[in-house]
């Protein structure tokens, strides 16, 4: 490679000489470099007599100026403020603190010896004599592959090449709603649509169950059309009840995670590239086409590389598809009470002595407002436990709750009231759908 480096060297020089008035472009385009190459070999060139050709061979490597060298005493220094902080210190002092007290010390100040200047040196001292011990590196982890419908991940993916609607949506006019089965790869169901939010999602979401039937645990992100807030740390939201109470267990990935929810990500990968970005649906009637000939393909023709499908397709190594338990008949509307038990809020109450959980209200005390309390769920008594300064100052009964059995589509259509609801405080705090 070098060789190469040096021949076009010789190339630029004979090209300077021959045609000292071209630019530096047309000579970059003659030699075949970038531009900024040239430039600065050229200075180079220049700088040096006609008959000098060391320059054709490049400069040494070697840094320029060596790392200073620094004597025991201050490298001692250094130790002993790291083991031994000042008294009233409080804590094992950084870089930047060991700079600030090692400048302080008059010992070293007569005897005129050279200090470091940059908390990076200080950095490399510490890490050299063990100081900062820097953790290994994580071997990941793989997770057991569990079998086929057992576990479904779910996520939207949005459809870019559709355009902004000019009096409408600005972006994700266009979104699909995945979810693959992380047993067999397969492509559950694939439904595009252009007005997804927490209730139209769910209601899509109960559409599926009810055609499918109820895996055991479905891995979901923190859309916030999933569980109302991004930290995923609020009240459960309307979705997550749901499942809970379907006896399906939620599971949440940690924020910017893709890779724990890798099967649907990785089918959001293959679409894209193999049909999104080739097809360029511009709408949702073209989307819908495109996206119903892809999962096809997907599902029953394209040789899928999982470890458990073995080059095959998806449904032709597994033609078979899991039994699923059905949607219950009726659905106890409390039951996600007991996956909250032991959970704990904090709120702030507000001028009237109240504080909000979920879509409800609950009131304390007056004469504590502007104070922090801590709300613990009592899952099994349906009890909100309120505390102030570790010292239990109320409990309340969990508002909100039906206290009886409800059929499906009933209970169905409470949640989706609830979703609307969270829907419209989401869009006053964040509106960016629109």
């Known amino acids: 490679m070098e060789e190469e480096w040096i021949v076009k060297r010789c190339q630029l020089r004979q090209v300077w000489l021959d045609h000292p008035e071209w630019s530096r472009l047309k000579m970059a385009e003659e030699v075949g470099c970038s531009k900024s190459w040239v430039k600065k070999w050229l200075r180079r060139i220049r700088s040096v007599p006609l008959e000098d050709q060391q320059v054709i061979y490049g400069l040494p490597r070697a840094p320029k100026h060596p790392p200073p060298h620094f004597s025991p005493e201050v490298i001692n220094k250094i130790l002993e403020i790291r083991d031994h902080p000042p008294q009233l210190l409080g804590r094992t002092p950084g870089p930047l603190t060991i700079l600030y007290y090692l400048y302080r010390d008059q010992t070293l100040k007569e005897s005129g010896e050279k200090l470091p200047r940059s908390t990076r040196t200080v950095w490399k001292i510490l890490t050299q004599y063990q100081r900062i011990q820097h953790s290994s590196q994580r071997i990941p982890e793989p997770e057991e592959r569990p079998a086929p419908g057992v576990e479904w991940g779910l996520d939207f993916h949005d459809v870019s090449t559709v355009p902004a609607d000019p009096i409408g949506k600005q972006q994700h006019v266009v979104e699909i709603l995945n979810l693959v089965d992380h ?53 459960p939201s309307p979705l997550l009840r749901f499942l809970q109470c379907l006896g399906i267990e939620p599971r949440i990935c940690p924020p910017q995670r893709p890779d724990k929810n890798p099967f649907v990500e990785r089918y959001h990968r293959n679409f894209k590239y193999e049909c999104q970005l080739i097809e360029c649906p511009v709408d949702l009637v073209s989307t819908v086409e495109v996206n119903q000939r892809y999962v096809y393909f997907y599902n029953f023709e394209r040789p899928n590389q999982a470890s458990t499908c073995e080059n095959q397709p998806p449904r032709v190594k597994f033609p078979e598809r899991p039994c699923l338990p059905p949607v219950p008949y009726t659905v106890d509307p409390d039951r996600w009470l007991l996956a909250q038990s032991g959970k704990t809020y904090k709120r702030k109450l507000d001028a009237k002595g109240c504080f909000q959980l979920g879509n409800q209200t609950y009131y304390v005390q007056q004469n504590r407002r502007g104070q922090v309390v801590v709300v613990w769920v009592d899952g099994q008594q349906k009890t909100l436990h309120v505390f102030a300064d570790r010292v239990l100052v109320k409990s309340l009964p969990i508002k909100g709750l039906q206290n009886r059995l409800m059929y499906f589509h009933e209970y169905l259509e409470l949640m989706c009231k609830e979703a609307i609801s969270l829907w419209r405080r989401i869009q006053r705090r964040t509106p960016i759908y629109r």
């Open 183 to 235: 047993g067999s790869s397969a492509v559950v169901a694939s439904e595009p649509a252009s007005d997804y939010n927490a209730e139209t999602a769910l209601r899509k979401v109960a559409e599926v169950l009810l055609e499918q039937g109820c895996p055991d645990r479905i891995r979901l992100d923190r859309d916030t059309r999933w569980v109302g807030s991004w930290t995923a740390k609020d009240f």
